[in-house]
């Protein structure tokens, strides 16, 4: 599987972005796609996560309201819209998925990951 991440930028604190993940290859495989996001010197951590077939959402709690998970399973993507941005958004932000479905919010239990996109939020 894999995975082409886009729609990140600049923005202002308050704006909004989508992010889109475009996924290709074996995608039948895959039971969960969730986004990530990294800024240097810390460790990636989740975002949000859907699964596949049945679309349920989840969210870390800092995003919770203000991000929205999708996905289109005719386009085979997931899109991240995120509105309210705050400065503390600032990340590349990475698109994964999961083929067993062991674990959402663990970064070692996903498969396959996209090169990132990143988002600044500033004035």
């Known amino acids: 599987v894999q995975l082409q991440a886009s729609g990140g930028g600049l923005v202002q604190p308050g704006g909004s972005l989508r992010l889109s993940c475009a996924a290709s290859?074996?995608?039948?495989?895959?039971?969960?796609m969730g986004w990530f996001r990294q800024v240097p010197g810390k460790e990636r951590e989740f975002v949000a996560a859907?699964?596949?077939?049945?679309?349920?959402?989840y969210y870390v709690d800092s995003v919770k309201g203000r991000f929205t998970i999708s996905r289109d399973k005719a386009k085979n993507t997931v899109y991240l819209q995120m509105n309210s941005l705050k400065p503390e958004d600032t990340a590349v932000y990475y698109c994964a998925a999961q083929r067993d479905g062991a674990s959402v919010y663990d970064t070692r239990t996903y498969d396959y990951w996209g090169q990132g996109t990143e988002v600044t939020v500033s004035s």
């Open positions: 290859g074996r995608t039948f495989s895959t039971s969960l």
């Open positions: 859907i699964w596949w077939s049945i679309g349920s959402a």
